[in-house]
């Protein structure tokens, strides 16, 4: 059943889990299409701006399949090891892009028309929702080629519509596993956000085993309309011998709030582009996202800020710890259109560097069209201070232990930014762990 | 308040639009072939090994593609067999203000710097066209054990001192303008300063271009031997012409142990050049390099001056000043190369894009793995004047290792309407205003040019604004 993904004919047409999404056929044109556009684009080289310090050399996409459906018992081990926050207000189980479980919303939230759904339901079900929100905003970071294979292959995923003025208090979750060596899964989240509507979504991305090789080619659409409040968090920690591709965008309306948060925790080369379309007037879009790379790790994070119009707001933080032959990578680029006056933009990279082997490539950038403007961006690389260190040494605390708490204190500025303290807590325990290991 | 405010500065460019008529003896005519390139080396009487070196360096500029993914598409609008590869007006370097010839002197009234100013300043290479035409080393220089001439007479004369690094720090591969530049050169400055010796007076050239789809391909080689000190300063303008004309010269610096060299430039080029440099020092063992440069006028800069911090201690400074006003895009910046431990370098670039110009800073900061004790500090501010005005910042910065650091800050701004109503209310106009504001912005970065370098610099901020408003 080892079918190579990029044996297209083959894959499209052995598939044996339910239908694909884009229609009701077994091979929709849509995913053809996607295909044909996967093939058709090259593969990227390093002399391209876009992947500019990147390792693409090991990057060989004919050793992975598609995943196959788990067996009983590694559903019921997949279950159990899926723990996220106590209180949540629903949660979705995914293992190898099949769904295992749904922990339902509270009928209230359904009465007051909220949807969620596992993607290829919510396609069925809300076609004309799901067409005009589906991947719509074009991965121009440089990863088409990896969206068109997302869009080829993907099965899995949330749909989550929150009509206008519903907010729901409690976080919802969705898990995604994926098992088995060479095995890839295509993990979808989509979000759309009514006026005044509230909602915070936690992804975590997690494979069963650390040490096989995988793929993840995830996409994420994140719709705000006028006034509403997402916050988005994606905890990765992929195997630590799997390639990861994710592709996110978030369309921020008038008066909107947009709230996201990164967590690379696993992977071997983990790529994220993320942008934010400002697209309405008083938007504001918070950017976040905390990297702990060791070992052979490899984060390359490239952000884009546009400001499509005036009176806008965006700022974004990464922060990144680098031990190890670990490397990071951080291209990000304001964006401010022509017009897009008064607009406040922020970005922000720090790098700590932890081993002599460790290497920060950071690129920020800005593109200012517009005046009236306050944008500013900053880089920085440095390592623990001396002195910061003696004080724990001090006061008996041991070397080791001493140079986590520093590391995690760096790290925890960023999450503090999230202001949901549950959340915050499962982040802390989760950064807390890969320390530990 | 919004401080939008559209076409109000319309620039002046008038005063740099003179030229007089053109005389010269020597021409290879436009377009670039073998035979181009054997006619410069045949003009020039030069030694067979150069002539090798042109020809290997056509080759590659030939095989070279042009800068991809990153650059200008404007770039495609040069046409290279349009240019003029040589041309001299058949003059060598003379010595004395009174042979200079009456029509260049009155284009250096033109630029307004008078005579007594000149005659202060302590050695003058002005270049006009292809050869030098005018340098004054005075006497002190000379007798210091200074070598100061064009890069014909440099290589022909003293080639046991400049061939062993002629080529070394910019290599004719490095890209394709520097193997075009290395093909084609001529005129240029060579200097070599003796261990110990600190030169007392800036070394200056003044060139131009004078002849309508000429391209300038100056090399200069700067050689300060150990514990020397020297700074050479290079200013120019041009005449406006219809077609666009290609400047690519080469800058080579070469700071032994703990010498100093100090490289200011004052560029405004008329609004149809295309100013492709390349700009490079090494400094060795606690040397010091400092680039101050200073942006104006040209359709396209792209200009990354860069050290190489080779020795331990070395420090490597670029202190950059941009304006870019309607139609032009100055895409400027610097390179740190950290090859040593305890390098230190330090990149502040400020610019300023009026009307529809567009500028650029494009950064590149690498601090290799083992090294210990290193820093780079990397501060960019940009001016923006009108709603049509464009800046970009495009840094990159790899730091490998626990024992260095680096910081980047970048900030993008405008002149706040408040500012330019108190001053309107306390009497100035308008354009005054606006003046003052990108004076004061600047004014930190022009106080580190030499004295007579910041007058003309205020100067041509003056012209720059000037008629600009209301």
Redesign the interface.
Known sequence: MNTAILESEEVLTTTTHAAPILSAGPVSPEQAEAWEKFTALPMPVRTNEEWRFANVKDLDLSAYVQAQPVDDATRDELLTRSTGLAAVAGRMIFANDQLLAQETLADSLRQRGVIWLPLEQAAAEHPELFRKHFMREEAILGGQKFAALHASQVRAGTFLYVPRGVEIALPIETFHWQHGAHSSVFPHTLIIAGEMAKVTLVDYYESADHDAPGLACGVNDLWLGAGANVTYVCVQNWSRQAHSFQMNSTVVGRDANSKSLFAQLGGRHVRSESISHLRGQGGRSDMLAVAVAEGAQEVDARTFQIHEVPNTQSDLLYKNSLDDTARTIFAGLIRVDPGAHRTDAYQKVRNLLLSDEAEANSAPGLEIEADDVRCTHGATCGQIEQEELFYLLSRGIPKKDAQRLIVFGFLNEVIERLGNEPLQEKLRELVRARFAK | M????TDQIAIDRTRGDFSYPESHLFDAGTGLTKDTVDYISRVKGEAEWIREFRHRALEIFKSKPMP???ASKDLENIIFENIRYYLANGQKPTRSWDEVPDDLKRTFERLGIPEQERKFLAGVEAQFDSEAVYSNIKAAVGEQGVIFCGSTEGLREHPEIFRKWFGKVIPTGDNKFSALNSAVFSGGSFIYVPPGVKVKHPLQAYFRINAENFGQFERTLIIADEGSEVMYMEGCTAPKFETATLHSAVVELVAMKGAKIQYVTVQNWSANVFNLVTKRAIAHEEAEVKWIDCNIGSRLTMKYPGVVLKGRKARGEVISIALASDGQHQDTGAKMIHAADETTSNIVSKSISVGTGRSTYRGLVH?P??LKGCKNNTECD?L???????????????????????????????ISAEQIFYMQQRGLTEAQAMSLSVNGFVNDLVRQFPMEYSVELKRLIDLEMEGSVG
Do not use: C, F, M
């Not at chain 2, 919004?2 to 405010?5: F, K, L, Q, R, Y």
């Not at chain 2, 009108?386 to 910081?407: E, H, L």
């Open positions: 919004s401080t939008e405010t991809t993914h990153w601090i793995k083992h940009a923006l004047i009108n709603s049509k005005s464009r800046t970009d910042t495009y840094p990159a910065i790899t730091v490998r290792g626990t024992g260095n650091s680096s910081q980047h800050e970048a900030s993008v701004s405008q």
